[in-house]
């Protein structure tokens, strides 16, 4: 009998730790999703060249190589 109270205690624990392990994962912060001021100015950068048409298309870039 002990040992059947005992394992519905694990149980009843690891269900508690899945429920907190999923809130977790649905709240926890990533730090990729913020761009550091770095990062920032060479986007930037990157959209005023791409509106300029400065840049060159991957299949043209590859081609421009031989790949």
Do not use: C
Not at 19 to 41: L, R, Y
Not at 49 to 63: D, F, G, M, Y
């Amino acid at each position: 009998m002990t040992e059947t109270i005992i394992i519905n205690k694990i149980y009843d624990e690891l269900k508690d730790l899945k429920k907190e392990v999923i809130f977790i994962k649905k709240h926890m912060f990533d730090p990729d999703a913020i761009m550091t001021s770095e990062e920032s100015k060479r986007f930037e950068q990157a959209m005023k060249e791409l509106k300029e048409e400065k840049t060159i298309s991957h299949e043209n870039l590859k081609k421009e190589l031989g790949l």
